[in-house]
């Protein structure tokens, strides 16, 4: 009894009245405001059957009002709605409302893609007080919770797991992460179509990559500019196209992806098939990153300058998270040696800077399974620009936050622009397992860490349409899931 008692007490902390959600419900015997109320958001697909009955335990635990089914309603109407609501109850005086407005948290359930679909509508719904986010690992790769400490194992979805999540959530600090536009724009084809092309036709990123209208304040006449958004990384070269194969095999056979193990393993052995282990010998050196596309970058508040990119590259990855394939870590930390001598620094999720990080093939990557493992390190940037060259390519793939898709290039134009840019920030959860830095962590601990990183010399090779117009990340109305479109099939 005492045990029921104390769980009851604990939930309280979390729990957010109907009365809040609709003026329906008459208020009555309202408690003290919870320390932590959350709403909860999950893709009931994500996972197999995970993501159902998780759906089903946070139900039973909160209130119904205060969780969704991502494939039922899409997070932006409900934000909208929920913080009209408390704004308009906060007017009424309403104390306890204010508290929830104050105090609100936001967990999240799926894959990368999702997670990554709800940061990006709470950036774009420019929201008064926006509320931190922590993310349950649902998905395959799982980057993202990864990063901020919520481990990349699917959980358990009883009772018990739900009450130690929620322990979790109300123990974690706020950080700030850095988010990212992209952009890219090229002169309309005179025949065929340049769209990006998902798996299968499946949509490739839930907030990631689509042609802007013709109303769009970045369409320019007589060409198609495309916009997204990401939070975790973009990448170039074969490991998208190993990552497009992925996706096609799991929707033509969806009886081999029934886990995450499996998932893994059929991932590993598309990297065979599609030849990222012997890339020398099956990946055209014409694809390689250097002979598609001139790069440059530009440091903060600096001028544009050209990134060699080594003859050798295959896959060039902009990275914002220290977490990438399933929890690798393609930079690293540099020694103080490097910080010196090429300006390198320890990454931060919230310093405004990506790491440009070069790999040749699966091999290559295979370092970063070391303790001190990296991949070549090419940069940091604030900005980062591919000008295609010309007729280089009928095609290449690119994949933001673990989604791909196949990039068809007109062969008759030389002003094939990628141009990836800062556009804000906006708070995650973390755990004290965080394996993120922010720059305003300034531990002993984490100064031990970076004197004792790397100190080899595996780094010897390497030797904008837009401004303060990209103004919204591209993932709240405009980038909902069509109603056609199955969410099962998406992460």
Not at 373 to 395: D, N, P, S, V
């Amino acid at each position: 009894m005492e045990e029921s008692k104390s769980k009851s007490d604990f939930l309280k902390e979390f729990y957010i009245p109907a009365y809040i959600f609709d003026d329906v419900t008459q208020v009555s015997d309202v408690p003290n405001p919870p320390k932590f109320p959350v709403l909860v958001f999950i893709n009931s697909k994500s996972g197999g059957q995970l993501g159902g009955d998780l759906l089903n335990t946070y139900k039973s635990v909160l209130n119904d009002h205060q969780t969704f089914d991502l494939g039922e309603e899409a997070p932006d109407k409900v934000l909208l709605r929920v913080y009209t609501r408390l704004e308009r109850l906060k007017q009424e005086k309403d104390e306890f409302a204010a508290k929830i407005h104050e105090r609100l948290r936001i967990i999240v359930a799926g894959g990368d893609g999702t997670a990554g679909w709800l940061l990006g509508v709470v950036c774009d719904l420019k929201l008064p007080h926006p509320p931190p986010i922590a993310t349950v690992p649902l998905g395959t790769g799982n980057n993202l919770p990864f990063s901020f400490g919520w481990g990349k194992k699917n959980p358990g979805t009883d009772r018990n797991s739900v009450l130690s999540f929620l322990e979790q959530v109300m123990k974690a600090k706020e950080m700030k992460i850095d988010n990212w536009h992209i952009l890219m724009r090229m002169r309309a084809p005179k025949e065929g179509s340049c769209d990006p092309i998902a798996p299968l036709e499946l949509p490739h990123s839930l907030h990631a990559f689509h042609r802007v209208s013709s109303t769009d304040e970045l369409n320019v006449e007589g060409c198609h500019t495309f916009r997204g958004g990401f939070w975790n990384y973009f990448s170039m070269g074969m490991d998208a196209q190993v990552s497009y194969a992925f996706h096609s095999e799991r929707k033509l056979h969806p009886e081999k992806f029934k886990n995450q193990l499996l998932n893994q393993s059929n991932y590993a052995k598309l990297g065979c098939t599609q030849g990222w282990f012997a890339a020398s010998i099956f990946h055209p050196a014409s694809k390689n990153v250097a002979q598609l596309a001139k790069v440059k970058i530009m440091k903060k508040h600096g001028q544009w300058q050209d990134l060699r990119i080594p003859q050798s590259i295959r896959s060039i990855i902009c990275l914002n998270l220290p977490s990438f394939s399933g929890g690798l870590n393609p930079w690293g930390t540099p020694s103080g040696r490097k910080k010196n001598e090429r300006d390198l620094t320890a990454p931060y999720v919230d310093d405004g800077l990506l790491e440009v990080v070069g790999f040749r093939d699966a091999w290559h990557g295979l370092v970063l399974l070391a303790p001190k493992g990296h991949g070549t390190r090419l940069a940091q940037a604030h900005r980062i620009r591919f000008e295609f060259h010309k007729g280089a390519a009928e095609h290449t793939y690119m994949r933001i936050d673990g989604e791909p898709w196949k990039q068809p290039l007109p062969k008759d134009d030389d002003t094939v622009v990628v141009e990836i840019s800062h556009l804000g920030q906006v708070n995650m959860l973390a755990t004290q397992n965080c394996r993120s830095k922010s720059m305003n962590d300034v531990t002993s601990s984490s100064t031990h860490h970076i004197d004792e990183e790397d100190d080899d010399n595996s780094d010897e090779e390497d030797s904008r349409y837009g401004g303060d117009e990209f103004r919204k990340f591209g993932a709240a109305d405009t980038f909902r899931i069509p109603d056609e479109v199955d969410i099962s099939q998406i992460s």
